[in-house]
């Protein structure tokens, strides 16, 4: 197997993980997550989102949490958004750097965004304009490329039209997430490795769901292929909204522990991931997926 030295892991549980959950945590508790992610060694957050609050509720306030998280110096504290008042909101509240959002399968950008792919590409301009002219970083994530209840198999050429409209707005830094938890290894490492191939400048970040427990083969599929960059989420909550039976994303403490056992450096303390999914599991009020969280670490076993 290719093992890299190093990868990324973005906590993406204070947006994606917790937009999901009917129990809608107060300012102050995202804060302490957000916190506690970023003094476990996370350095990137996924913070919240600047969606319509009667779209998404659990994100509502996201611009107050912004304004009250204690930052740290090297940590990329970054939101969703959805158009150019997204961007205006992030202005507003200290947001440093937002991230576009559009389906490759219509039929799930109708439900999440209310518009069509091509809409969605069409206003792109006027959110990254803003943007760049505001000092804030941008980038962009394509969901469903690997195949969607609605849409079973997705055509490489939609994706690769979405990509080429990120890149023409100078956006390279690119996620690709499989909100449907539909993708497979050996799918993950051929889309992986052709796009990376046709563009080679793009900075990939592949955000997987456990919908069908495929999400850490998935990662290891995206690292042979040479990705190194990955979401994941504290438990293992969320999943979307608007797509049926999704269940919650790629457990950050699994994958944090697969890694170290591979021998492959994260920068986080797995010890102080573990006890952020603890504490999140209390707020929610329910058990969470993540294995680690419920059997321990491998090394816990020689300590007995």
Same mark, same amino acid.
């Given at each position: 197997?290719?093992?890299?030295? =190093?990868?990324?892991? *973005? &906590? ?7 937009? #999901? ?44 949490? @912004? ?5 740290? &110096? ?8 959805? #158009? ?10 200290? *947001? ?6 559009? /389906?490759?399968?219509?039929?799930? +950008?109708?439900? #999440? ?14 959110? $990254?304009?803003?943007?760049?002219? +505001?000092?804030?970083?941008? /980038?962009?994530?394509? /969901? ?27 956006? $390279? ?17 051929? !889309?992986?490795?052709?796009?990376? &191939? ?9 955000? @997987?769901? +456990? $919908? ?5 083969? +998935? ?8 990705? $190194? ?19 919650? %994303?790629?457990? /950050? ?24 999914? =603890?504490?999140? =599991? %209390? ?8 294995? !680690?969280?419920?059997?321990?670490? #491998? ?6």
């Amino acid at each position: 197997m290719k093992i890299p030295d =190093r990868v990324v892991i *973005c &906590e993406v549980g204070p947006r994606d993980g917790l937009q #999901n959950e009917d129990r809608i945590l107060t300012v102050d508790e995202k804060v302490m997550l957000v916190e506690k992610a970023a003094e476990a060694g996370f350095k990137v957050i996924e913070v919240g989102s600047f969606m319509h609050p009667g779209a998404v509720p659990q994100m509502a306030t996201t611009d107050e949490v @912004f304004k009250k998280i204690k930052r740290i &110096e090297g940590v990329e504290y970054r939101a969703l958004i959805g #158009n150019a008042r997204g961007v205006e909101r992030a202005m507003a509240c200290g *947001c440093s750097k937002v991230k576009l959002n559009v /389906s490759a399968c219509r039929e799930h +950008n109708l439900a #999440n965004l209310n518009m069509t792919p091509g809409e969605s590409v069409a206003r792109f301009k006027e959110s $990254t304009l803003l943007a760049r002219a +505001n000092g804030l970083d941008i /980038s962009g994530s394509i /969901s469903m490329p690997f195949g969607s209840p609605w849409q079973r198999h997705i055509p490489i050429e939609d994706i690769k039209s979405i990509i080429e409209a990120y890149l023409d707005l100078g956006i $390279t830094e690119i996620s690709l997430s499989d909100a449907s938890g539909m993708s497979m290894p050996s799918q993950v490492y051929d !889309v992986c490795t052709r796009l990376m &191939e046709d563009y080679p400048g793009v900075k990939w970040i592949l955000h @997987f769901h +456990n $919908t069908r427990g495929m999400g850490i083969a +998935n990662i290891l599929a995206a690292v042979e292929a040479g990705i $190194t960059w990955f979401d994941a989420s504290f438990g293992g909550l969320g999943g979307c909204p608007f797509v049926p039976g999704a269940a919650g %994303n790629v457990v /950050s403490e699994d994958v944090i522990h697969m890694f170290e056992e591979m021998g492959t450096e994260t920068g986080i303390d797995l010890d102080r991931a573990i006890e952020v999914a =603890r504490l999140v =599991r %209390n707020l929610v009020g329910h058990e969470l997926p993540g294995f !680690v969280l419920k059997a321990g670490k #491998n090394s816990d076993l020689l300590k007995q």
